[in-house]
């Protein structure tokens, strides 16, 4: 039982490139999450699905697309990449909204540098 | 009004102290409080979680939570230097049918030998 996973865990990028980060859990869990992390910011919510098939805007969804391929994997998509978004982005999933804990456990991180 | 506060500390404490990490929220709908820790490099990992009025014990930690006063708090007993990292405070939306957190930027907590 691996928990939440997430691919690549370092990046870096020159400004314009697009790259998709990877996140996928082995929990069963119905809701997934994209958090990005910045020094004195806090963790900010980007996306996330409450179920497969669903996704929603959080607080900084600008620059940023998101898929839920399938219940266990939901991926980041940064189209255009600037130097803005040089963070550390994290992945979680929760058993909530349909019955369970809204706890939220979280993935090892992405380090992503644009240049 | 920001929606979870901390400080952000350094709160610094000696070895066998008791360290004690506060929050404050703005939406009186939130029906569930979290305890995060993380440490440097890494990512946040759960204490406690806490949805009802009063104390909730965990071996050296305890979470409080008062919706009256829209406050939770983190009491960490015995401190050791391992629990030196990032507290951060999570609080869910409660007006919402998903399940997004609003975590606050985080307290650091300094436990010296």
């Known amino acids: 039982n691996a928990g939440v996973t997430q691919t690549p865990k370092f990046q870096v990028l020159k400004t314009g490139q697009s790259m998709t980060l990877q996140c996928a859990q082995d929990m069963n869990h119905n809701s997934m999450y994209w958090y990005r992390q910045d020094p004195g910011m806090g963790l900010r919510l980007i996306y996330y699905?409450?179920?497969?098939?669903?996704?929603d805007k959080g607080e900084v969804p600008n620059g940023y697309n998101v898929s839920r391929l399938n219940k266990r994997e939901f991926s980041l998509r940064l189209e255009s990449a600037a130097p803005s978004q040089t963070s550390v982005y994290f992945c979680?999933?929760?058993?909530?909204?349909?019955?369970?804990?809204?706890?939220?456990?979280f993935g090892p991180g992405t380090r992503l540098t644009v240049l | 009004q920001k929606e979870v506060e901390q400080n952000s500390g350094p709160l610094s404490v000696p070895e066998g102290a008791i360290a004690s990490l506060n929050c404050t929220y703005s939406d009186r709908g939130s029906q569930s409080f979290f305890w995060y820790r993380q440490y440097s490099g890494k990512s946040p990992e759960l204490i406690m979680s806490?949805?009802?009025?009063g104390d909730k014990e965990d071996g050296r930690f305890t979470a409080q939570l008062n919706k009256a006063s829209q406050y939770v708090s983190l009491l960490i007993r015995d401190s050791q230097p391992s629990d030196s990292a990032t507290y951060l405070c999570a609080v869910n939306r409660g007006n919402q049918a998903g399940t997004a957190l609003i975590f606050g930027k985080g307290t650091t907590l300094s436990v010296s030998s």
């Open positions: 806490i949805y009802s009025n």
């Open positions: 699905s409450a179920s497969e098939g669903t996704t």
């Open positions: 979680a999933s929760s058993e909530a909204p349909f019955g369970g804990t809204d706890t939220q456990y």
